[in-house]
């Protein structure tokens, strides 16, 4: 039985880059993600991601080193990791959200681990995820 697990993770859109690299990052990730078993929902404000991904561990951790080489993404901080017992993201393989205005990223930033995990989930629900 695959051992399925979830990774939270921050990062900010490197300097130099413009905005509208996100929907190559989005595309490239629906893509890939869909042939490796991962799952996930992204948010973007403008200048930060917050990432929710899930999937085999194996597979989550050569994707956050293909992140980590990713001259698109700096600052990237895990703020979650641990085992998952189902998925929460069956609906899509990769939901994107586009936030504007004032949000709850930067409250979100401060948190680590279950508690990170926790406010993400509940602010979940409010954002209007494409995927």
Do not use: W
């Amino acid at each position: 039985m695959t051992e399925f697990h979830e990774i939270l993770y921050f990062s900010t859109l490197s300097p130099g880059q413009i905005p509208t690299v996100v929907g190559q990052i989005v595309s490239q990730a629906r893509a890939r993600n869909a042939g490796h078993g991962i799952t996930g929902l992204l948010i973007f404000d403008g200048q930060n991601f917050c990432q929710h991904i899930e999937g085999p561990r194996g597979e989550l951790l050569r994707l956050m080193d293909r992140i980590g080489h990713d001259s698109r993404h700096s600052d990237i901080r895990v703020v979650h990791e641990g085992p998952l017992n189902e998925r929460r993201y069956e609906r899509f393989d990769m939901g994107f959200a586009d936030v504007e205005g004032p949000t709850n990223m930067a409250d979100l930033k401060t948190l680590d681990g279950a508690a990170a995990l926790e406010r993400f989930l509940a602010l979940r629900p409010h954002f209007d995820v494409s995927g």
